[in-house]
């Protein structure tokens, strides 16, 4: 019943599928074997970026929730770090006409350029009632993220902790956990990535590049997902 008969068709999408998440590796290798600066990479990553975010949202998907920069993505050339800055900044601007989605920017944004970080809260101030959720996972680290969620605890005064409270502390305290996690570039493995969060999820990993990760891959990534069975520890 979830399938289209026609492979690039978009596949019917229901509520086992509310979360995506993509881990958007290969830009310097697609840059690199186009002889082109890795920059150019990250570019056309982020063209391929808004289209697969907006293809979600047609699709039906509550949540996709995106890698943009790791916490060690900062030991990268200085030119190829303000290339990112830069195409967030880009992002952040374009995204204030944007009306139906909500923004949430996953991560410690307190090194970030001073007028970038006011845009990003801005933004997220401003979208926060929307129904649609992009989470931009933005100088993210999963461990920084925990360790981060467990000294708010310990200034709240806990001195013992449930699996909700953890939860609810973390930068997705408003989203559920991912169904689905998608990694490009023929890369297995999850670098820090959703780490309490990734505990139920799917995977799916292509040897596509991300600025070549188009409709036609997410609907192949999405076909993968509902093959899955997914028990949850349970016997079914
Ligand atoms: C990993 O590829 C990609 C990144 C570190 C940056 C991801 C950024 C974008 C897709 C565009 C920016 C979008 C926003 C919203 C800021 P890699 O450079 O590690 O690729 P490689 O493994 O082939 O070198």
Same mark, same amino acid.
């Given at each position: 019943?979830?399938?289209?008969?026609?492979? %690039?068709?978009?596949?019917?999408?229901?509520?086992?599928?509310?979360?995506?998440?993509?881990?958007?590796?290969?830009?310097?290798?697609?840059?690199?074997?186009?002889?082109?600066?890795?920059?150019?990479?990250?570019?056309?990553?982020?063209?391929?970026?808004?289209?697969?975010?907006?293809?979600?949202?047609?699709?039906?998907?509550?949540?996709?929730?995106?890698?943009? !920069?790791?916490?060690?993505?900062?030991?990268?050339?200085?030119?190829?770090?303000? =290339?990112?800055?830069?195409?967030?900044?880009?992002?952040?601007?374009?995204?204030? *006409?944007?009306?139906?989605?909500?923004?949430?920017?996953?991560?410690?944004?307190?090194?970030?350029?001073?007028?970038?970080?006011?845009?990003?809260?801005?933004?997220?101030?401003?979208?926060?009632?929307?129904?649609?959720?992009?989470?931009? =996972? !933005? %100088?993210?680290?999963?461990? =920084?993220?925990?360790?981060?969620?467990?000294?708010?605890?310990?200034?709240?005064?806990?001195?013992?902790?449930?699996?909700?409270?953890?939860?609810?502390?973390?930068?997705?305290?408003?989203?559920?956990?991912?169904?689905?996690?998608?990694?490009?570039?023929?890369?297995?493995?999850?670098? %820090?990535?959703?780490?309490?969060?990734?505990?139920? *999820?799917?995977?799916?990993?292509?040897?596509?590049?991300?600025?070549?990760?188009?409709?036609?891959?997410?609907?192949?990534?999405?076909?993968?997902?509902?093959?899955?069975?997914?028990?949850?520890?349970?016997?079914?």
């Amino acid at each position: 019943m979830l399938f289209n008969k026609n492979k %690039n068709k978009a596949p019917l999408v229901d509520e086992r599928l509310s979360h995506i998440a993509f881990i958007m590796d290969g830009n310097g290798r697609w840059a690199k074997s186009r002889g082109l600066p890795r920059k150019l990479g990250h570019k056309q990553g982020a063209i391929a970026f808004e289209k697969i975010v907006r293809e979600c949202s047609k699709l039906g998907i509550k949540t996709v929730t995106v890698y943009a !920069f790791s916490t060690e993505n900062w030991k990268r050339p200085k030119d190829e770090v303000d =290339a990112i800055m830069d195409l967030l900044a880009d992002y952040v601007e374009r995204a204030k *006409s944007e009306d139906g989605t909500r923004y949430v920017f996953l991560g410690d944004k307190s090194i970030l350029r001073e007028d970038l970080r006011t845009e990003m809260e801005e933004l997220e101030a401003t979208s926060k009632n929307r129904e649609y959720t992009l989470n931009i =996972a !933005f %100088n993210y680290g999963g461990r =920084a993220e925990l360790v981060n969620a467990f000294n708010e605890l310990v200034r709240e005064g806990k001195t013992e902790i449930t699996e909700d409270d953890i939860s609810s502390h973390l930068y997705t305290r408003d989203s559920q956990d991912p169904d689905l996690i998608v990694r490009t570039a023929n890369e297995c493995r999850i670098s %820090n990535f959703l780490l309490w969060q990734c505990a139920y *999820s799917e995977f799916y990993f292509t040897d596509v590049l991300w600025p070549d990760f188009d409709e036609k891959e997410l609907y192949k990534a999405i076909r993968s997902f509902y093959k899955r069975k997914r028990n949850f520890g349970d016997v079914k």
